[in-house]
């Protein structure tokens, strides 16, 4: 008697990679990118990039010598040219260079994005694009000018499991409205003060990926904002800054978002979400290192969650540069649009406000 092959569920993406592999799937070629920035981020996405099959890693762009001279020499890349960012026009008049991913400190983003759209370079930027919303508009408006792909790079988006999660919030799932929906995010682990201090400060460091984490899932943007924030850490509020926030979004269809950010958990790297509706609930739970569970007498015990952002998100990074690389071979067109990046940095920009006036900001648009 045969037995019928069981196809994977749909939810073993790793398994899908895998068959991709085995069944040894044709690339258009490779497409050669220049990465510019090695810092916390620059790190995980030159391991991505240097272990992708269809990317030409060209050019490592750094502005810090003695860190570019220390990469160089460990990442085993004979074929990559590591540069001081003095000679980045070298890298952008090089047409072997199809696209850039930028991870610079915030304040250079803007000048790179818009030097490498000039130089015809599709563009993947960690977020901000620019400290400025005009800043931010420009570029994007120089993007479509250029017929370029600009990625703002909100990897959570990118993340299985709150991909999931949209999906089937979006096909009915929790009913017709969601009610609530709610994330934690508290970093893991705490920033140093020099990364602090150019961070643009937590709402636009890290409020902003769980605004568009909510906002992604909710399919729209909130009519209101109301923040409160407090810094409990000395040197932290001496540079003007806060270390822990809570955020209040409601939403044009009814449906309320609550944000809670910390600057440090000393158990790890928390990222949670819940969202409810009408017809049930959906949670995405804290992610273990291991799948292991201890029983004894006196307790049950578990693995630590994921230490960092670096090992929580691991995945996301993959995918959110299978998608930048799509874009460029013309698989996919671009996930994140300037509306939507726009729309985020003005929710984060009124939760700044509604923090200085102790007030509640009416959200208005204007792009």
């Not at 920033?191 to 399919?219: E, Q």
Request: hydrophobic share 35%; charged share 25%.
């Amino acid at each position: 008697m045969s037995v019928a092959p069981v196809a994977p569920p749909a939810e073993d993406y790793k398994y899908v990679n895998f068959l991709e592999t085995f069944n040894c799937t044709t690339i258009n070629g490779k497409i050669g990118i220049a990465l510019f920035g090695v810092g916390r981020a620059g790190m995980i996405h030159l391991n991505n990039l240097s272990q992708n099959k269809r990317v030409n890693l060209l050019y490592v762009v750094e502005q810090d010598n003695e860190r570019n001279k220390k990469v160089e020499a460990t990442s085993g890349l004979e074929t990559t040219k590591f540069v001081n960012s003095s000679k980045m026009d070298l890298v952008l008049d090089d047409p072997k260079v199809q696209g850039v991913v930028i991870t610079t400190p915030t304040q250079t983003h803007h000048a790179i994005v818009v030097e490498s759209l000039n130089k015809g370079k599709a563009v993947f930027c960690e977020k901000p694009i620019a400290n400025r919303i005009k800043e931010i508009k420009d570029c994007y408006n120089l993007a479509k000018e250029k017929n370029l792909p600009l990625l703002c790079a909100f990897n959570r988006r990118f993340d299985p499991s709150f991909l999931n999660v949209r999906d089937r919030v979006r096909k009915g799932e929790l009913g017709d409205k969601v009610h609530i929906i709610k994330s934690t995010s508290r970093d893991s682990p705490l920033p140093s003060i020099d990364y602090l201090k150019t961070s643009n400060g937590i709402f636009h460091d890290c409020a902003v990926h769980d605004i568009d984490l909510l906002c992604w899932i909710m399919g729209e943007y909130p009519t209101k904002v109301f923040s409160t924030a407090t810094a409990h850490m000395p040197h932290i509020k001496a540079i003007n800054d806060h270390d822990t926030v809570t955020i209040s979004l409601t939403f044009p269809s009814g449906g309320m978002g609550n944000i809670d950010l910390s600057r440090f958990a000393n158990y790890g790297y928390d990222q949670r979400l819940e969202v409810f509706g009408p017809g049930g609930m959906l949670q995405c739970g804290n992610q273990n290192t291991l799948g292991v569970q201890s029983y004894t007498s006196g307790n049950v015990r578990e693995p630590p969650i994921w230490y960092s952002f670096a090992s929580r998100y691991d995945e996301a990074y993959k995918k959110e540069l299978e998608h930048f690389l799509d874009v460029i071979d013309g698989k996919e067109k671009l996930s994140i649009l300037s509306t939507e990046t726009l729309s985020v940095c003005q929710v984060a920009s009124s939760c700044e406000e509604s923090v200085r006036t102790g007030k509640p900001v009416e959200m208005v648009y204007d792009f």
